[in-house]
T-cell receptor, first 117, second 115 residues
């Protein structure tokens, strides 16, 4: 079974500063993928970034980067130069390798980020 | 940019009634999913669908639920005899068929309220 743990129910950050949202995971699968999604107050789920378990480099997408530490089973999201529009709920998720035939995403409980001016 | 669409955006129904939630996945995607999110809680997987059959389902997806792809574009979730605890946001998602593509694109969701 897969499990995602997000220990920060809420975070505050000043505009233009960087913030790290924590995510740890547990799985017995040798190959897996890790995701971060953003959910603004309007409710939609917006894909941010993906990291494969065998990727050699940490994923980056614009202001988002994923600090992947496989030995520690952590996949923290780093948002640089925070903007007011970054205020939202952030979910970490994982899924098994497609080789397993299982594609369901397992989500964490989320972290609510508030960016202050 | 192609996107997943869902209708209606909000559905109110009485306990015991049947509801059908509709989704139009991205046109070249082959895998389709339903997830739900009870207010204030995390997103939970319900079911995945590929090649006109269920490929994976969670323990939440019991006989009360069914999915269908009635034509080449729509993907539906039917909830028979709704219960109060079915009130949630229901998300449809789709993904490509290639094994190297992990990304699931989510629709905007349908908020189901059972009274």
């Amino acid at each position: 079974a897969q499990k995602i743990t997000q220990t920060q129910p809420g975070m505050f950050v000043q505009e233009k500063e960087a913030v790290t949202l924590d995510c740890t995971y547990d799985t017995s699968d040798p190959s897996y993928g890790l995701f971060w999604y953003k959910q603004p107050s309007s409710g939609e789920m917006i894909f941010l970034i993906y990291q494969g378990s065998y990727d050699q480099q940490n994923a980056t997408e614009g202001r988002y980067s994923l600090n992947f530490q496989k030995a520690r089973k952590s996949a923290n999201l780093v948002i640089s130069a925070s903007q007011l529009g970054d205020s939202a709920m952030y979910f970490c998720a994982m899924r098994s390798s497609p080789d397993t035939g299982r594609r369901a995403l397992t989500f964490g409980s989320g972290t609510r980020l508030q960016v202050q001016p | 940019e192609p996107e997943v669409t869902q209708t209606p955006s909000h559905q109110v129904t009485q306990m015991g009634q049947e509801v059908i939630l509709r989704c139009v996945p991205i046109s070249n995607h082959l895998y389709f999913y339903w997830y739900r999110q009870i207010l204030g809680q995390k997103v939970e997987f319900l079911v995945s669908f590929y090649n006109n059959e269920i490929s994976e389902k969670s323990e939440i997806f019991d006989d009360q639920f069914s999915v269908e792809r009635p034509d080449g574009s729509n993907f539906t979730l039917k909830i028979r005899s709704t219960k109060l605890e079915d009130s949630a946001m229901y998300f449809c998602a789709s993904s490509e068929g290639s094994s190297s593509s992990y990304e699931q694109y989510f629709g905007p969701g349908t908020r189901l309220t059972v009274t």
